[in-house]
């Protein structure tokens, strides 16, 4: 038999004994030691309050706050402007956007030029799929290409999107993906978090964080036992483990 076979079969009987040597935990038990964990409901609440308030639902943290007495860390008001300015960048309305964000705050783009750079490549990307090649090339010219001699990567970004004009049918273009949507939720996304930054709040909610640790967690447990676990965060339903 060869050195690999001997090998192989080795390793297979050093996964089979582990895998028979882990701890089997029963759901009754499992339960009981969930239950034995206690998390005070003014902690899930403000959980669930941050989470509407940095994803933006002004109405649900109003009648949140109202239903259960938290109260938010920044003010529900500023929540409809954050809003209003990732609305107009994902409809395509950018200059409309920036001037929104200098409403709310100067200094959040004069201090981020790699935000204020994008929200520009944006204009540039609009410009392009309205089919406004002359006046895509000018803005490029006199808005883009400075900043680009100022940085590597603001010109390498640059050149990426000025190359969707080469191409009659973009979906043969290697940067296409410029033009789908989802390239002006990226940036509504960014232009949201550098807002969120800028009135001291997170710029992510913690629950999703929070449900990537859960979902760590159980990956590392399984390697030592086998016990009810959640498959589908969507229920977050136990099921038993197969033993």
Not at 86 to 97: I, M, P, T, Y
Not at 139 to 153: D, I, K
Not at 221 to 230: E, G, M, N, S, V
Request: with cysteine.
């Amino acid at each position: 038999m060869s050195l690999f076979w001997i090998v192989l079969r080795r390793l297979a009987e050093i996964e089979e004994r582990m895998a028979t040597s882990k701890k089997v935990i029963t759901r009754e038990e499992w339960e009981k030691r969930l239950n034995a964990v206690k998390i005070r409901k003014e902690d899930m609440n403000k959980l669930v309050m941050n989470f509407l308030v940095t994803e933006g639902y002004v109405e649900a943290a109003e009648k949140f706050r109202m239903e259960s007495g938290t109260e938010p860390d920044i003010d529900l008001a500023t929540i409809s402007d954050r809003m209003a300015v990732k609305k107009a960048v994902q409809c395509g309305n950018v200059e409309d956007a920036i001037e929104k964000v200098n409403d709310l705050n100067p200094a959040i783009l004069d201090t981020n030029p790699q935000l204020f750079f994008h929200l520009q490549q944006q204009r540039l990307i609009e410009l392009i799929r309205n089919g406004k090649v002359e006046e895509a090339l000018e803005f490029a010219q006199e808005e883009l290409a400075p900043r680009g001699e100022e940085n590597q990567s603001f010109l390498e970004e640059l050149e990426r999107t000025v190359s969707l004009l080469a191409f009659e049918d973009v979906s043969n273009c290697p940067v296409g993906e410029l033009l789908d949507i989802s390239q002006r939720l990226k940036t509504a996304s960014e232009v949201n978090a550098a807002i969120l930054t800028s009135q001291s709040h997170e710029k992510d909610p913690k629950l999703p964080s929070l449900l990537k640790m859960l979902l760590w967690a159980q990956n590392q447990l399984d390697q030592k036992a086998a016990y009810p676990r959640i498959n589908d965060l969507s229920n977050t339903a136990l099921e038993d483990p197969a033993v």
